[in-house]
């Protein structure tokens, strides 16, 4: 009886070890998964679009001749004049700023046209936002000139790279009449259409 009470706790005892290691197994497991969910989350599922070099110069990790072929075919432009990630560092406040920053021309008017998107800089990446999660992340701006004959976007931020309006208008058409470069704000087609369109070209 002594050796069957025995015998009977072992396999007591061997089924509570096998429990207790399945756990601890169970929670390493968990543990992983959560660090994985947690590296996704840093980017909060965006898309990386580039990566910084030491000296600061940028590798896209997209074609900027595709982009500027299919913004032009969907009518989001009329010409490009340029596609580019501005990025910049202040050491003194030790912040990091960067935007894709496509400029060029309106094809229904032919004005000023600027698109741009603020990007999530996580140690040396580039991160374009989800335009259905972070709207707020992208805008499109024109300058509209009136006896103008170029406008120019203005530029602000700790880093000057924002576009946030347009500058004073320095060729006009006729030097006896008032000039000027009105700005608007995601007007036509919205910044998120581009956005889904830019996206979908860097996927």
């Known amino acids: 009886m002594k050796?069957?009470?025995?015998?009977?706790?072992?396999i007591l005892g061997t089924a509570f070890l096998s429990v207790g290691l399945f756990a601890c197994s169970n929670d390493e497991v968990v543990k992983e998964e959560t660090n994985d969910v947690s590296l996704l989350n840093r980017g909060e599922s965006n898309l990386k679009i580039g990566t910084i070099n030491k000296d600061n110069t940028?590798?896209?990790?997209?074609?900027?001749?595709?982009?500027?072929i299919n913004l032009k075919l969907k009518d989001f432009f009329s010409e490009i004049e340029s596609i580019k990630i501005d990025y910049g560092v202040d050491n003194i406040l030790n912040k990091k700023e960067a935007y894709l920053t496509i400029i060029g021309k309106d094809?229904?008017?032919?004005?000023?046209?600027?698109?741009?998107?603020?990007?999530?800089?996580?140690?040396?990446?580039?991160?374009?936002?989800?335009?259905?999660?972070?709207?707020?992340?992208?805008?499109?701006?024109?300058?509209?000139?009136?006896?103008?004959?170029?406008?120019l976007f203005e530029r602000a931020g700790f880093l000057n790279l924002k576009v946030v309006g347009c500058l004073p208008c320095t060729k006009p058409n006729n030097t006896d009449k008032e000039s000027a470069c009105d700005h608007s704000i995601n007007g036509g087609a919205t910044a998120l259409e581009i956005s889904k369109e830019v996206i979908s070209v860097i996927k």
């Open 58 to 68: 940028i590798n896209y990790l997209f074609d900027k001749n595709t982009l500027e």
């Open 3 to 10: 050796k069957l009470k025995q015998f009977a706790l072992g």
């Open 107 to 151: 094809p229904n008017d032919f004005t000023a046209l600027a698109f741009q998107a603020e990007l999530f800089v996580i140690d040396d990446d580039l991160y374009i936002g989800n335009p259905n999660t972070q709207p707020q992340t992208f805008a499109k701006h024109s300058c509209k000139g009136t006896n103008c004959r170029s406008c």
